[in-house]
């Protein structure tokens, strides 16, 4: 053991190790500890990290971040294991309900029906929210959701010759009418757009865990209000909190932080258990299933905004990995990017397929942003041995909804893996 160069408080070990399954810890300050941001197992030794390695690990396998050779789980897991987790995790989310949800202090914006389009656009890039809920004064009832989605549809149909909707309009056509111009504008699409719901998918504070994240993936919504109403005949709802499986997976996160081995599923590498989806060639290589056959959507850097735009709606995808001519990551392009054009008014300044991406998002970001992974922030990323714990933690944090699954070194795009990959996955749905 001997200290590193420049830091003289951080050691190191070098030592050859062969190719098979190893397990250790690191006795620090007369204490057994293990390294929590590696994968590891509860075994005799209580928790200890452990690593497989297939083959002799070279200089090649170390780049920037991703520091540590390819790790897997010493065995394929089975069927067996896979029901034992997803039993627990079921039962968990059976048995708790949305009212875990809220917070200790929160705010939840609704805007009017009757509000312009063009206001609400400035409100939500203002408010820095993707969604909000709808509220109808004559009903008196919360009626819909305007979501970043919304906005792409309508600034496509501005950029389409021969539509009804001009930019003048937008400064008086209101949220109510856009959601009737809307279901026409759903109809006229190819039959690869998804319909939309015309009712508000909501839940109530005692609905279970698992109804809400079900209500998610089968509406294929982001978020669904959750609606107390002290009045038998649902009258006078008020919102309490807007649910999401980044809420929901951040429970089942906690609840078995200290008890992952119960859970044999956590600890397997996110490419062995076929969930997300591939590139087509890594796809094919272990024979996955169809559903990580299914098209990857991505786009060159040179792309024009219109083209993700399209692609967004088409694909029915929340997010669009940007690459270069190597297919290795830029930045990412999310629905949600769309109202940073609400910004000094600039959808009425562009045109749509002569703007690039990059150039669309820089126009949300300070002068001096960069992007992609450069800043750490916009582009969330992990590796296919990465295990399905890590990613778990990571899509729970707030804002990340997917993580690109890259290649070490190279940067090169293997794959996404989002919130609802996993939750389908967990549930079994």
Known sequence: MSPMEGCPTVFQVICSLSPGYHQYKFYVDGEWRYDEHQPCVRGNYDVVNSVLITREPSSMDIDDGFNHPEMVTPASISVADIDVSRHRISTFLSTHTAYELLPESGKVIALDVNLPVKQAFHILH??????????????????????????????????????????????????SAWKEGKMHLSRQMDGNARSYPRHLIHAGPYDSLKDVAIKILQSKVATVPII????????????????????ILKCICRNFKH???????????????????????????????????????????????????????????????????NYSLVDIYSRSDITALAKDKAYAQIHLDQLSILQALQLGQDANHTYGFLNGQRCHMCLRSDPLHKVMEQLANPGVRRLVIVEAGSKRVEGIISLSDVFRFLLGV
Not at 126 to 149: M, T, Y
Not at 228 to 247: E, N, Y
Not at 283 to 311: C, I, W, Y
Request: glycine share 8%; net charge negative; aromatic share 6%.
């Open 126 to 175: 203002e408010q820095g929210i993707p969604v909000a809920p709808l509220w109808d004064f004559c009903k008196g009832q919360f009626v819909g959701i305007l979501s970043a989605l919304d906005f792409i549809l309508i600034l496509r149909e501005l950029g389409n010759h021969g539509s009804n909707l001009t930019e003048e309009e937008l400064e008086t056509h209101t949220i």
């Open 228 to 247: 107390h109403s002290s009045s038998q005949d649902g009258s006078f709802p008020q919102i309490l909190h807007l649910a999401t499986l980044s809420g």
């Open 259 to 325: 008890s992952s081995s119960s859970l044999p599923v956590l600890q397997q590498p996110i490419y062995s258990i076929r969930v997300g989806t591939w590139v087509q060639e890594i796809a094919e290589v272990n024979g996955q299933p169809s559903t990580m056959k299914r098209p990857f959507a991505m786009l060159n850097k040179n792309a024009s905004l219109g083209d993700a735009l399209s692609l967004l709606v088409q694909a029915e995808v929340s997010s669009i990995p940007i690459v270069d001519e």
